[in-house]
């Protein structure tokens, strides 16, 4: 070597890129093919053999299905031979099979994969409607739901009907139960409007409710109120008070009229309800009417316009036929 040549040493380091450029690709490729060619063959095996082959083949993959018959020789067989006519019978030494016990499903592993392992077809519903119906039209919709709208319109009107029923019978019958009040059966007027049940305490001829041109209520009066604020008292209904008087001209005291007067007698009565235990929060409005609404158009001085009706609310507005609620 000449002197002072300079020697240069070069390192070439394999990085990895080109491992690609190999054959072990191959040799996994071939053992995947190789995989698949015998699954293959294994599903065409299963396919094509009998009934009895699979069988056996099913308990040597299941061992635990001998312990359930009740034991036997070890073997792909489990201590049985396949005769050609396709019957099993036990080998010399097998036990004599247990009694059957529940398998959950480990008699027929196979029934899973091959369908004809099975002994029926599942059954099958099939619900379909028949080609000539059609789907009920929008007016027919709407026939239904007005028919079922007032079906349960008319079953409120029967239960209020009864309620209202109830409530007059027992009226009646605590007035009649009384002596003090058994005259006083005009006095007393029920009727059924639209907005609920009116009751009415009427004035008669020589026989007033309050005295007269005051709004002091009479014993008779005050026993009556308390016999109709016990019948209701328990009701959830809402209760209206209104006074009335008859055309006659008022003039006991400057500024005080008929109109002051059917206030302060339907006031008077408010307080007695309350005293008979009706909930002060069950009366809806109080109001006096003077001479504005008289129960006898024709005779507006008649002594029964002097009255105090009460009115038993319904819940809701009474609807008229053939309106469906909203």
């Known amino acids: 070597m000449p002197a002072g040549?300079?020697?240069?040493?070069?390192?070439?380091?394999?990085?990895?890129?080109?491992?690609?450029?190999?054959?072990?690709?191959?040799?996994?490729?071939?053992?995947?093919?190789?995989?698949?060619?015998?699954?293959?063959?294994?599903?065409?095996?299963?396919?094509?053999?009998?009934?009895?082959?699979?069988?056996?083949?099913?308990?040597?993959?299941?061992?635990?299905?001998?312990?359930?018959?009740?034991?036997?020789?070890?073997?792909?067989?489990?201590?049985?031979v396949v005769e050609l006519a396709g019957e099993q019978i036990a080998s010399d030494g097998a036990q004599e099979p247990a009694p059957d016990l529940p398998d959950f499903g480990a008699n027929s592993p196979l029934e899973v994969f091959d369908s004809r392992l099975r002994d029926a077809e599942p059954e099958?519903?099939?619900?379909?409607?028949?080609?000539?119906?059609?789907?009920?039209?929008?007016?027919?919709?709407?026939?239904?739901?007005?028919?079922?709208?007032?079906?349960?319109?008319?079953?409120?009107?029967?239960?209020?009907?009864?309620?209202?029923?109830?409530?007059?019978?027992?009226?009646?019958?605590?007035?009649?139960?009384n002596p003090n009040l058994a005259d006083l059966g005009d006095n007393l007027r029920l009727d059924r409007t639209p907005e609920g049940l009116l009751m009415q305490i009427l004035d008669e001829e020589e026989r007033p409710m309050f005295a007269t041109g005051s709004a002091r209520i009479v014993p008779q009066t005050q026993a009556l109120i308390e016999i109709v604020g016990e019948t209701i008292r328990d009701m959830p209904q809402v209760v209206a008070i209104s006074g009335h008087t008859d055309s006659l001209p008022f003039a006991q005291q400057a500024g005080y009229g008929n109109w002051e007067l059917s206030s302060d007698r339907a006031n008077a009565t408010r307080r007695a309800l309350i005293d008979a235990g009706l909930p002060a929060e069950r009366i809806s409005r109080v109001s006096g009417m003077a001479d504005t609404m008289p129960l006898y158009?024709?005779?507006?001085?008649?002594?029964?316009?002097?009255?105090?009706?009460?009115?038993?609310?319904?819940?809701?507005?009474?609807?008229?036929?053939?309106?469906?609620p909203r």
Not at 133 to 150: G, L, V
């Open 297 to 324: 158009p024709d005779r507006p001085e008649a002594p029964q316009n002097r009255r105090i009706g009460l009115l038993l609310e319904y819940p809701e507005p009474a609807l008229e036929a053939g309106q469906a």
């Open 5 to 80: 040549q300079t020697i240069i040493i070069k390192k070439i380091e394999d990085d990895g890129h080109h491992d690609h450029h190999g054959g072990g690709w191959k040799v996994a490729y071939a053992d995947f093919m190789t995989a698949m060619m015998a699954f293959f063959l294994l599903l065409w095996i299963l396919a094509a053999s009998e009934e009895e082959t699979l069988e056996g083949l099913a308990e040597y993959f299941t061992p635990t299905m001998s312990a359930m018959r009740g034991g036997g020789a070890e073997g792909m067989l489990s201590g049985q």
């Open 124 to 177: 099958v519903v099939v619900e379909y409607l028949p080609a000539d119906a059609a789907p009920p039209s929008a007016e027919e919709i709407e026939t239904r739901r007005m028919a079922e709208a007032a079906a349960r319109l008319q079953e409120r009107a029967d239960a209020r009907a009864a309620q209202l029923d109830a409530i007059e019978e027992e009226i009646a019958a605590r007035i009649a139960a």
